[in-house]
């Protein structure tokens, strides 16, 4: 049984199939490249555990940012969080991504 209230026991619920989460919320499409030995592990887990590729890929990043936050001291761990909600911030009010126009243009089904 894993801690199910880290992201890393989410995934690895869902890889075992003891355990099936959604997400929740708004969400953004982004380009990547990926190395091919990631992409080949990431095309295992999506053939291995049935899940989407993107919703793979969404959990692994959750993992890797629960997990590089856990290891950045305080002194980097508070610049960052403002520049995170400075991003977010700039998602509600800028023009470019607006988060409010977006969640309006969801809602009427519009996107």
């Given at each position: 049984m894993h801690d199910?209230?880290?992201?890393l026991g ?10 099936s ?11 990547v ?7 080949s592990?990431?095309?295992g887990?999506v ?5 989407a590729?993107n919703?793979v890929i969404?959990?692994l990043?959750q993992?890797?940012?629960e997990?590089?936050?856990?290891g ?8 960052l ?5 400075d991003?977010?911030?700039?998602l509600y009010?800028?023009?470019e ?15």
């Open positions: 199910r209230s880290t992201k989410m995934f690895l619920a869902e890889l075992e199939r003891t355990a989460y959604d997400s929740a919320g708004s969400v953004h499409a982004v380009t490249r990926i190395p091919t030995t990631d992409f592990q990431i095309e887990f053939s291995y555990s049935g899940m590729r919703k969404v959990h990043i993992v890797g940012i997990q590089v936050l856990k950045l001291g305080p002194e980097i761990k508070k610049p969080f403002e520049q995170t909600v991003a977010l911030r700039g009010t800028g023009e991504g607006n988060f409010s126009k977006t969640l309006e243009a969801s809602s009427k089904g519009e996107i």
